[in-house]
């Protein structure tokens, strides 16, 4: 069956980085579109970023752009995002999106 399992979340100071993975299995994943997603408490869910399936097309929400990065590695299956100079306002579950498939998210907090 489908799997996206999101990892690399965890607590930062503002300022800091940090970079999240999404390994994918059971689909055809270098042919999938990839996005992260990312919600927090009392908000809705926002489009963080965007990589097409050989990575030519790559978007991302204006509240990231500079600071976050999406890269794919389709021989490993995986889906990156790096976060530098995170603020207190990225605070969220990000999750990952294929197609119509999610995963379970990680928590990603930034607090002094």
């Known amino acids: 069956q489908v799997q996206l399992v999101e990892s690399g979340g965890g607590l930062v100071q503002p300022g800091g980085s940090l970079r999240l993975s999404c390994a994918a299995s059971?689909?055809?994943?270098?042919?999938?579109?990839m996005s992260w997603y990312r919600q927090a408490p009392g908000k809705a869910r926002e489009l963080v970023a965007t990589?097409?399936?050989?990575?030519?097309?790559?978007n991302y929400a204006e509240s990231v752009k500079g600071r976050f990065t999406i890269s794919r590695d389709n021989a490993k299956n995986t889906v990156y995002l790096q976060m530098n100079s995170l603020k207190p306002e990225d605070t969220a579950v990000y999750v990952c999106?294929?197609?119509?498939?999610w995963g379970q998210g990680t928590q990603v907090t930034v607090s002094s």
């Open positions: 999106n294929a197609i119509v498939y």
């Open positions: 059971g689909f055809p994943f270098s042919s999938a579109t």
């Open positions: 990589i097409s399936s050989f990575g030519s097309r790559i």
